[in-house]
Every structure is written in structure tokens, then in C-alpha cells.
């Protein structure tokens, strides 16, 4: 990959076999996770001409593309190569920055530099189903685990909400305003907690959904965020800075913060945390099944020894 091109997000499909990453001066390239050494499933190209993208979401066998051309792309990545799906291409009249699929994948949405929000069903690509300006430039969108909520951010300093009834939505509900501009919106996996949302000021902002109150506010040092999700279980916040190339990592429900500044310290405040945990059998057999590695050095008679003791097992 040529050195002067800019990342702009990643995504993994539902399964975790593709990977795809959008660059803001070269397109979108995807990659089979089984069959690296064959190259790029999708190699780089531009999903128009001369179009950089700044955000790829997966949906079934649908890419969509938050594209540099003023439009959301998909492309098919069950086929080798990614072509473009035909005719369908949902256009706006200013670059588009972040793109989502609703959870069942009938539904598209974007945030776009013109100031709006979009969402189409996917079958028609000429009329939205929620069109709503904004003002300024929006940059983040996501829907709820539960597909009954849309969140959007961008250059306003606040973050909107829209709960959905089919294809019905309410008028958005605006969260607390932070100031400046705010980049990614994360749900939690649970969709119990919230929106995390990344600012410029390098503060990560936690909302709870059904009392529209900030609940946490993860202080920065002055640098852009350029990432937030929260951990499967929905207990921890992670958020990462590239350009202070740190790690943050925020136990939510004891407030407890970390920083680490590599992945070797990453990984050793993860062996920390679980170090202690009891599992009882059942619970080992299925960390097994998922293929978690340390699961996988020990035979049948050696898990054993681990469980029901905490889980790294015998020194």
C-alpha cells in the first residue's frame, strides 16, 4: 500500500472473515481474513472517479461506502473483485463521511458534509426516508443494536437521536451538547447504555439512552479521538488516539481508568483484568469452542486443571 495514502475506517463483516478499510485519497480495498496470502479480496480502487472514501459498513453480502463522490456506494463482497451493486447508488450534495446499515439490513444511512441525515430503505435509492438538515457538516451515524434507534454527531458538538417505528421516525432528540465537533457514535452492545461519542478535544462523552444524561465524560488531553467502541459485554469503553498513539480503556461501571501506550501493554492489562475470573466448565467449553487461543494449548485432560480455578490456568 503506497505510503501517502490516508486511512479513514475499518470494518469487519458479521462473521469476521472480511475485512474492509477506507482510504480518503485512494477508495476502499477488502480483504478475505482466510486467504491473505492471495492478496486482496477487493484490491484499492475509488468507488468513482478519483473518489477517496471515509466510511465502509457491512450488511449480508453489501459494502456500503461513505464516498468522497457526494454518495453511499454498495458493492457486492461475495464475489471476488467487490463489483458495484447496479443502481445502487444514494447520492447527497456534499461528501459523505460515515455510513450504517440498520440491523436487519433493510435500511442505509449517512451522515453527510452538507449537514444532513439520510436514510433510505434500501430498495429505492431516489427518496430517503428520513431527510433532516442539520446545519453544519454531519460526520458519525449508527443504528441501535435493536434497529429502533439512529444516532448521528458532527461539527455541531452535539449528538442526535431518532427512535424509529418501521419506517417512522420521531423528531430527533438532542443529547447534551459537548462543544466542538464530535466524531464517532458507538451503541453498546447491550443498547442499554448509550452512545459514546469521540471529540476533538480528545474526550470521550457516555450517554444513557432512556435518560438522555451524559453519565460519564472519559477526559482527553487535547488530541483528537479517532475511535470508540465499547467491549462485547458492554462493561468496558475503549478509545484510541493516533496521533498520541494511545489506548485508553474505561471500566464503566467503576469509572476505573487505564492508558496504555502499545499492545503488549494493551494485552498484559487484559491478562490483569481476567486473571481472577472463576469459570465453571460449561464456560470453558464454550471459550473453546470460540477457538480463544489459551483455551487451545491445554488437551482435554489439562482443562481440567483450569476449570473451574481462574482461567490462565496453572502457572
Aim: charged share 15%; glycine share 12%.
Amino acid at each position: 500500500m503506497p505510503s501517502n495514502i490516508v486511512r479513514g475506517a475499518l470494518a469487519f463483516n458479521a462473521n469476521g472473515t472480511l475485512l474492509a478499510a477506507a482510504y480518503r485519497n485512494g477508495g476502499v480495498a477488502v480483504w478475505d481474513l482466510d486467504k491473505t496470502d492471495q492478496g486482496a479480496w477487493c484490491p484499492l480502487r475509488p468507488t468513482g472517479e478519483n473518489s477517496g472514501a471515509y466510511g465502509v459498513a457491512f450488511s449480508g453480502t453489501f459494502l456500503a461506502i461513505a464516498s468522497g463522490d457526494k454518495a453511499v456506494h454498495l458493492w457486492d463482497v461475495s464475489q471476488k473483485g467487490c463489483p458495484a451493486v447496479p443502481n445502487k447508488i444514494f447520492r447527497r450534495n456534499d461528501l459523505v463521511f460515515g455510513v450504517a446499515f440498520s440491523p436487519n439490513g433493510k435500511l442505509v444511512a449517512a451522515a453527510s458534509g452538507d449537514g444532513t441525515v439520510a436514510v433510505w430503505d434500501i430498495g429505492s435509492t431516489d427518496h430517503p426516508i428520513l431527510d433532516v438538515p442539520l446545519g453544519k457538516p454531519m460526520f458519525a451515524v449508527a443504528f441501535s443494536p435493536d434497529g429502533k434507534t439512529l444516532a448521528a454527531t458532527g461539527a455541531d458538538g452535539v449528538s442526535y437521536l431518532w427512535t424509529m417505528d418501521g419506517k417512522t421516525f420521531s423528531s430527533p432528540t438532542v443529547l447534551l451538547s459537548h462543544g466542538g465537533t464530535l466524531g464517532q457514535i458507538s451503541f453498546s452492545p447491550d443498547g442499554q447504555m448509550v452512545v459514546a461519542t469521540a471529540g476533538a478535544t480528545g474526550t470521550a462523552f457516555v450517554t444513557a439512552l432512556k435518560m438522555n444524561a451524559r453519565g460519564l465524560a472519559l477526559d482527553g488531553s487535547g488530541q483528537s479521538l479517532f475511535g470508540v467502541a465499547f467491549s462485547p459485554d458492554s462493561k468496558y469503553l475503549l478509545t484510541g488516539s493516533n496521533l498520541l498513539n494511545t489506548v485508553r480503556l474505561l471500566e464503566i461501571d467503576s469509572h476505573q481508568l487505564w492508558d496504555v501506550t502499545n499492545r503488549d501493554e494493551l494485552i498484559s492489562l487484559g491478562v490483569k483484568r481476567v486473571t481472577g475470573m472463576q469459570l465453571d466448565p460449561t464456560e470453558c467449553s464454550v471459550l473453546r469452542e470460540m477457538e480463544i487461543p489459551i483455551f487451545n494449548i491445554w488437551d482435554t485432560k489439562d482443562m481440567e486443571l483450569v476449570c473451574p480455578f481462574p482461567f490462565l490456568g496453572p502457572g
